[in-house]
């Protein structure tokens, strides 16, 4: 591993603790419909993302675990960022438009540049070669692809110039099954400057993303849900 990773890693984990010696926050009742959606996916980690109402970019994340029959604030609020658009109506997500999918989703591999990366997901090497596809109209829309192996007119290539996705983790959303149209390539991310809003992912800090790659364990199958607090107010009255 990278010197640079170590001390990434080391960091990360430290401030892990420090949130979990340090929160001693309540969960708000509120939230325990979601923990419930949680559980119902066998789920014991939760990543919660709240936008304040529809169009707005900027974001909290929490991380949550589940311990015994208890769950528990892990990692307190963080900042992040969303869709240019903010996060889409329930069920209204499509290619293109810019938000981020409302509701919630498990988080599947992660990936980087680097032959290694400090975090116990499954962990891909993305290559020159390396593409997602966001062609409605491909066979293998929404699928990570081999350029020379698709007939894709439209896709994104996973070695960014700009970076974004130097390390990140994939969001599983509209993958099982697949449906053409309503959304695609929906990751976790490097937001490369503070509260720049993403084409539908979400965005974080580079110390904050890798908080939340040291603290994912695919044993306790962790999922995010993206959520806007004016739709909860009108879900939980």
């Excluded at 029959?69 to 810019?98: L, T, Y």
């Excluded at 539908?200 to 695919?218: I, R, T, W, Y």
């Excluded at 959520?227 to 939980?236: G, L």
């Amino acid at each position: 591993m990278h010197c640079h990773w170590r001390i990434m890693l080391m960091t990360a984990l430290l401030n892990i603790a420090l949130c979990a010696h340090a929160s001693s926050a309540k969960i708000p009742e509120s939230w325990a419909h979601y923990l419930k959606m949680a559980e119902d996916l066998a789920a014991s980690q939760l990543l919660m993302v709240f936008t304040s109402r529809a169009e707005v970019t900027r974001a909290e994340l929490f991380c949550l675990e589940k311990v015994g029959n208890e769950w528990h604030i892990a990692i307190p609020a963080m900042a992040a960022s969303v869709g240019r658009k903010g996060i889409a109506e329930p069920e209204s997500k499509r290619e293109g438009d810019g938000k981020t999918p409302y509701g919630m989703y498990h988080i599947g591999m992660a990936f980087g540049y680097e032959s290694d990366c400090p975090t116990r997901m499954p962990y891909r090497q993305m290559q020159s070669h390396d593409i997602w596809v966001d062609d409605p109209a491909a066979e293998d829309y929404n699928r990570l692809v081999h350029l020379d192996r698709t007939k894709a007119k439209s896709f994104e290539y996973m070695r960014r110039k700009d970076d974004l996705y130097k390390f990140g983790l994939v969001v599983e959303y509209n993958t099982n099954p697949i449906v053409p149209g309503l959304g695609s390539a929906i990751f976790i991310h490097y937001w490369g400057r503070p509260f720049r809003s993403t084409a539908g992912c979400l965005g974080l800090s580079e110390q904050n993303l890798q908080a939340v790659l040291s603290f994912l364990d695919p044993a306790k199958s962790p999922v995010i849900g993206f959520y806007r607090k004016d739709i909860a107010r009108q879900s939980f009255k």
